[in-house]
């Protein structure tokens, strides 16, 4: 086999490994997010190491996704260009789900830069544009199901259907579980 073909054959695992690692690290800064917003610590765990270990791996997720973009548009077996990355549906290929690749990752951007300057924003502002964190997960994960090379495995749905019931039981925790437990603070607090 040549260079050249053995050079696209590790773009195409490398494009595809950076994405999977985007998502799982994507799936633990979101779980972290929302640990992190309901206050949760231990004495193990306080919150200071929660709130350190989401932002760093927000960071570091960051990296894999860079990885992932700079590899696809390199790739030339199928046609990505860099516009495609941040222009929701504006490519040729496979226009929808890249085109939901382009959303997340500017969903993403803006979390990740809006918290980059958050003492400079304002809490209320930082709030506001954080609870796009809720919409870039779900969008990245369609788009793996949607694009990825390796959707239909066995392995790759087990790792999506780990990541989906991580960032379910986490959102069930924040909107239900908290709002009870608020609701319950608040009766005992009225009875005393």
Known sequence: ?????????????LTR??????????TVSTVLGITTALRWASRRW??????????????????????????????GYVTIRWVDAVVPFAGQYRPFWLGLGALAFDLFLAV???????VRLGY???????????ACWPIA??????TGSD??????????????????????????VSTTTDRANTL?????
């Open 46 to 75: 306080p919150r200071f190491i929660v709130e350190g270990l989401h932002k760093n791996v927000a960071l570091l997720s960051i990296v894999f996704l860079a990885v992932h973009i700079v590899t696809a548009v390199a790739d």
């Open 112 to 118: 990740a830069i809006t918290s980059l300057i958050r």
């Open 141 to 146: 994960v369609v788009h793996g199901l949607g």
């Open 151 to 176: 959707a239909g495995q066995g392995w790759m749905q087990l790792i999506d259907l780990v990541a989906v019931a991580a960032v379910a039981a986490a959102v069930f925790a924040r909107f239900v």
């Open 188 to 192: 005992v607090g009225s009875h005393s």
């Open 124 to 134: 209320r502002t930082w709030r506001a544009v954080h609870w796009l964190a809720y």
């Open 1 to 13: 086999m040549n260079l050249a073909a053995e050079s696209t054959k590790a773009l195409w695992y």
């Open 17 to 26: 490994g950076s994405g999977i690692v985007s998502l799982l690290l994507l």
